[in-house]
């Protein structure tokens, strides 16, 4: 049911972003590290967004907007990521976020992925291009 869901949601965002065929989406099995507990769950970069799909009951899932990115980078199988702005989540706010990957990750991706500026999408050979904005409806 779960997967049945991320599915849709990647999907989702994947419809109201527009971007060239070739969109890097990287997904990646990952523990959010919050209080003295570990969420397990999945982490999504999919357009201009990161998702964590958390598969826990009690922990729900959030995304934020790849534009609110102060740094990233990988360190010991851990992802930190730090906003620059709090993004409100079930224990409080936040800006700073530690995923331990669990499964198999390509760590060159993810890099890459947090390397292109916000609108720039990645094309099959390392090229790229600017997303269009949306066109108004009116």
Known sequence: MKTTLLSLIVAALLLVIPAPANTDVV???????VSFEAVQGRVVLAGDQVLFWSDSATYPSFYFHKAIVGRSGIANNVLTVETQE???IQDGSRSR???????????????RWFAQPAGVMAG????TSTAAPPERQG
């Open 86 to 88: 709090p993004i409100r």
């Open 27 to 33: 997904m990646f099995p990952a523990e959010l590290s």
């Open 97 to 111: 976020f530690d995923f331990r990957m669990t499964g198999t990750a390509d760590a060159s991706s993810i890099e």
């Open 124 to 127: 099959p050979s390392g090229s």
